[in-house]
């Protein structure tokens, strides 16, 4: 449904027909707000919940929309778009059995989010500037994808069940100023992308403990000064990326003996830290090791043929 401009409210009671829809989308229908407030007729009410096979919806720059419907318990996707006065989701959100995937979008008037239900595993959130917390995410979570909110300023009580978490990319928050401290529990945790965040000073002691981390993607957090001790536990790293953090200057004992074990390393726009990286610099026989690595505009590769680019700064496609 497209430009429905005389559409009000949800058509119930021509939902109630559509009992083998699985995929619904709704655009730019910019009077919209919600439910309607007077109840069906008994003649078209009918029994059972509204399109009770939809497995996908998607409701996309809809500027009126105050409130969303009860959604069928058959739901595995949620998409939700540029709909500046929707101020909460539904209540029965957690109710939703089989919710896999919620994607919330430039939804500034949303200021938090209800619990969120035990079946979900992908949670992307961008460009919600009224947003505060999160709500503590399901131990079925696999990815989690925080893009420009500007009023988030923790994520301490969301991560402490994520145990399931494969995939972590934060990005433009800045008034986020530290990450949880224990990290442990993330022991599923394969890539990790921290980006845009100009009020982070540290990272935690706890990111040491990331013994299945693959890659890790620092950029831009331009008050970080120091990466933490005990990074010698991250066994399985083979991709680092650190990009405009002006203020590092050296790596940690433990990350230099993880050095040699790398694939790909990329530093830029870190002066000193590249100085230290460049040739007849201390980190230089680490750094002769490792297959792959570009330290500002210089590039260096083993192999005969180029290895893909340094992308995981960039939001993945699909999850």
């Known amino acids: 449904m497209d430009s429905c401009d005389d559409l009000v409210y949800w058509p119930e009671a021509e939902f109630r027909g559509l009992n083998s829809l699985k995929n619904l989308s709704l655009h730019r229908c910019k009077k919209l707000v919600g439910p309607s407030p007077l109840p069906l007729s008994s003649s078209s009410s009918g029994d059972g919940e509204l399109l009770p096979n939809l497995e996908e919806l998607a409701v996309i720059d809809c500027d009126g929309l105050l409130e969303l419907p009860k959604l069928p318990a058959s739901l595995r996707s949620l998409t ?26 430039d939804c500034d008037g949303l200021l938090e989010l ?26 079925s979570l696999r990815s989690l ?12 009580e969301c991560l402490r069940h994520a145990t399931a978490l494969e995939h972590i990319y934060i990005w433009g928050c800045p008034s986020l100023t ?28 706890g990111l040491g403990q990331l013994a299945a981390l693959k890659s890790l993607c620092i950029g831009s957090c331009s ?53 230290q990286c460049k040739r007849r610099g201390p980190y230089w026989d680490l750094m002769s090791r490792i ?8 590039r260096r590769s083993n192999f005969s043929t180029s290895l893909p680019s340094f992308s995981c700064f960039r939001r993945p496609s699909t999850v």
């Open 223 to 275: 008050k970080l000064s120091s990466l933490p001790e005990g990074m010698q536990g991250l066994t399985a790293l083979k991709k680092l990326s650190i990009k405009y953090c002006p203020r590092l200057s050296s790596l940690p004992e433990g990350l230099q003996r993880r050095l040699p074990g790398l694939e790909n390393l990329a530093i830029e726009g870190c002066p000193d830290l590249e100085r």
């Open 178 to 205: 530290s990450l949880p401290v224990d990290l442990g529990h993330l022991t599923a945790l394969k890539v990790m992308s921290i980006t845009k965040l100009p009020g982070l000073k540290s990272l935690p002691q």
């Open 80 to 105: 939700v778009g540029n709909c500046p006065k929707l101020n909460s989701l539904t209540e029965g959100l957690p109710l939703l059995p089989n919710l896999e995937e919620l994607d919330i979008e």
């Open 114 to 139: 209800p619990k969120l239900p035990a079946s979900l595993r992908s949670l992307d959130i961008e460009d919600c500037d009224g947003l505060l917390e999160l709500p503590k995410l399901p131990a």
């Open 145 to 156: 994808d925080v893009d420009s909110c500007p009023k988030l300023n923790s994520l301490s």
């Open 291 to 298: 297959p792959n690595t570009k330290i500002s505009s210089e």
